[in-house]
Nanobody, 120 residues
Framework: VQLQASGGGLVQAGGRLSCAAS????????IGWFRQAPGKEREFVAG????????QYADSVKGRFTVSRDFARNTVYLQMNSLKLEDTAVYYC????????????????WGQGTLVTVSS
C-alpha cells in the first residue's frame, strides 16, 4: 500500500494530519502514526485497525490525539489537540497487515513525513 501524509505546518493549539492510502481496500491493514523529533528516535504515536476501528495510543498523547478512518476517502486522520512544544516532530504514517504495532520495524509501507511545529 502506498501512503501519503499531509497536514503538517506551524500550529498552536491543534491540527489534523491526513494519511491517504492508494490501495483498493485497507480492510486487512493497520495504519500507524509515528513521529521523530530532532536528535530522537522514531516513536509510536497512535494506530488504528481498519477493519474494526480498534485504536491504540502512546501514553504521551492519550486524551489529546484521536486517530480515525474515513472509508469513502481511504484516509486515516490524526486529530491533535492541546498540543505541547514537545509534540514538535516529523510525523509519519505507516501500514502493515492485520494488527497495530508500536514497533516501527513491523511496518512495511511508509508515507513521507510531514513536519509539525508547535508554537507557544
Amino acid at each position: 500500500v502506498q501512503l501519503q501524509a499531509s497536514g503538517g505546518g506551524l500550529v498552536q493549539a491543534g491540527g489534523r494530519l491526513s494519511c491517504a492510502a492508494s490501495a483498493p481496500t485497507l480492510k486487512n491493514y493497520a495504519i500507524g502514526w509515528f513521529r521523530q523529533a530532532p536528535g530522537k528516535e522514531r516513536e509510536f504515536v497512535a494506530g488504528i485497525r481498519w477493519s474494526d476501528g480498534i485504536t491504540q495510543y502512546a501514553d504521551s498523547v492519550k486524551g489529546r490525539f484521536t486517530v480515525s478512518r474515513d472509508f469513502a476517502r481511504n484516509t486515516v486522520y490524526l486529530q491533535m489537540n492541546s498540543l505541547k512544544l514537545e509534540d514538535t516532530a516529523v510525523y509519519y504514517c505507516a501500514g502493515r497487515l492485520w494488527t497495530i504495532s508500536i514497533r516501527s520495524a513491523d511496518f512495511d509501507s511508509w508515507g513521507q513525513g510531514t513536519l509539525v511545529t508547535v508554537s507557544s
